[in-house]
């Protein structure tokens, strides 16, 4: 156990798991156990030059590294705090003539820590770089040719005057960093911008009814309590989102990272029933039709998908009405086909200012959620807060103010005060409290005001859809 922070948690070997991490004192939910700063990170190939290389903050102008013409940082004190890590990276892109992909440039950063510093303890690590598993062995045919395409690549980046390693301490780090990066996102948490190693954070083992929560916040992760911790219980963390049957999630964990997940969610295939909820009462569908149905919902999500791609919004709602009609009188209000469609249709609605429709499929979204998800799960409180401004934008400042204000209720425990999604929402949660007491006061003014001020102001537009998932756990390179 080190100094410091990391006090408050130990590494113990759990049978048939490996390492894990245990609370040594109490934790209420929102606590954050501990916060930890990269071992190294580097920002997505696709946004080298509109994300900052330092702090991962998205923004519109950036200051491009004179020397080597790759990195990008919000400013000078953000260049200077790069130079120790980007030092070696910068005349080794000059020489090699490009930048390599993200997983050669995480590894040569990792290298060169390790160089610089050895390989043993870092400062309030728990664990060295050198312990942390890799899985290589576990690697199908073409995970090893993808691992051998990543060597020689590094070999060919990495500089004759830097430290040489052996092959297969270079493979240790890819495996490393195939089954321990963790997704980085902008300073909103809404998308994923680039990948990094945190040793502490690698020793939380999966649960997928987990009692803790990872966020990125201001340039550390923060893993942070979603239910009261004992000391002595095992800190847990989800490694995939919980909205898929057990038999689905634990395929994803055996393939992403090689256990097999026997958390009592999945033993007892808690919640799988809600997840695949078919209609009741009199005229229950068979499961011909049930099956029929699914397939058709499977068949339009890929559908979607390709106009989402494509940016033809207009022909992803004509894909979830039709999806919906045929979902509706066979699919329960908790089934995951119905809820994905939903959630789609709402926010592709919201896009295109068809409030109302939006309304109406984030509330049964909502609804949805509400019986599955864990009460304090980050996806959840994300999911209740876009459903509220979609209210509001409907003028249904009720609904919408009591969404807002359980949206916050549940990122004040997932993201914490200080998060500026989390500020974000507390400015919106203060608009829409005046806006309700002024409706209560005058139902009829209300609406008056609202009409002149749209027309007066164009309405905030929502965010174009996008086709990723929210931010995931952990990096798994494709």
């Known amino acids: 156990m080190t100094r410091g922070v990391m006090e408050s948690v130990e590494v113990f070997t759990t049978e048939g798991k490996g390492r894990g991490l245990k609370a040594q004192k109490e934790f209420l939910p929102g606590d954050v156990i501990f916060a930890e700063p990269a071992y190294a990170a580097v920002v997505f190939d696709s946004l080298t030059h509109v994300v900052c290389h330092t702090c991962f903050k998205r923004q519109e102008k950036l200051h491009r590294c004179g020397q080597c013409k790759f990195a990008y940082y919000c400013d000078r004190t953000c260049q200077r705090d790069a130079w120790l890590n980007h030092k070696n990276e910068c005349s080794a892109i000059k020489k090699h003539g490009k930048a390599p992909t993200e997983n050669i440039r995480l590894a040569a950063r990792i290298l060169w820590r390790i160089e610089?510093?050895?390989?043993?303890?870092?400062?309030?690590?728990?664990?060295?770089?050198?312990?942390?598993?890799?899985?290589?062995?576990n690697f199908d045919e073409e995970e090893k040719k993808d691992l051998r395409i990543d060597v020689e690549s590094f070999l060919?980046?990495?500089?004759?005057?830097?430290?040489?390693?052996?092959?297969?301490?270079?493979?240790?780090?890819?495996?490393?960093?195939?089954?321990n990066a963790f997704t980085l996102s902008d300073q909103r948490g809404l998308q994923a911008v680039g990948v990094g190693i945190f040793p502490n954070l690698c020793q939380a083992n999966h649960d997928c009814w987990p009692n803790c929560t990872v966020i990125f916040n201001n340039g550390k992760i923060e893993l942070r309590a979603l239910s009261k911790i004992s000391p002595g219980d095992e800190l847990t963390v989800s490694y995939v989102d919980f909205l898929n049957v057990s038999e689905e999630?634990?395929?994803?964990?055996?393939?992403?990272?090689?256990?097999?997940?026997?958390?009592?969610?999945?033993?007892?295939?808690?919640?799988?029933?809600?997840?695949?909820?078919?209609?009741?009462g009199d005229n229950k569908p068979s499961a011909e039709t049930v099956k029929e149905v699914i397939q058709f919902s499977k068949d339009t999500l890929e559908?979607?998908?390709?106009a989402r791609l494509e940016g033809t919004y207009h022909e992803v709602v004509k894909l979830c009405r039709e999806c919906l009609k045929k979902q509706e009188p066979v699919l329960g209000d908790t089934n995951i086909y119905l809820l994905r469609i939903l959630s789609i249709a709402s926010e592709v609605l919201s896009y295109l200012q068809m409030f109302e429709e939006a309304a109406e499929y984030a509330k049964r979204m909502v609804?949805?959620?509400?019986?599955?998800?864990?009460?304090?799960?980050?996806?959840?409180?994300?999911?209740?807060?876009?459903a509220g401004v979609t209210h509001w934008h409907a003028g249904l400042i009720e609904a919408g103010h009591s969404m807002i204000c359980k949206a916050y209720a549940i990122l004040l425990i997932t993201h914490g005060p200080s998060h500026p999604i989390t500020k974000d929402l507390e400015v919106m949660r203060v608009q829409t409290e005046m806006e309700l007491r002024m409706f209560q006061q005058n139902e009829f003014m209300y609406y008056k005001m609202r009409e002149a001020a749209l027309k007066n102001q164009k309405i905030q537009v929502m965010p174009e859809p996008s086709n990723e998932a929210p931010p995931s756990l952990f990096h798994k390179k494709e």
């Open 116 to 137: 610089r510093e050895g390989s043993g303890l870092s400062e309030n690590c728990l664990v060295s770089i050198d312990d942390l598993q890799n899985h290589v062995e």
């Open 156 to 179: 060919e980046f990495w500089p004759a005057q830097s430290q040489q390693f052996g092959m297969q301490y270079i493979s240790h780090i890819f495996g490393v960093i195939n089954c």
């Open 249 to 280: 999630r634990q395929k994803q964990l055996k393939k992403q990272y090689y256990f097999d997940c026997t958390c009592e969610h999945c033993k007892k295939k808690i919640k799988d029933d809600l997840m695949l909820a078919v209609k009741g």
């Open 303 to 306: 559908k979607i998908n390709k």
């Open 367 to 386: 609804d949805g959620y509400m019986k599955i998800y864990h009460p304090n799960n980050a996806q959840l409180g994300m999911a209740v807060m876009r």
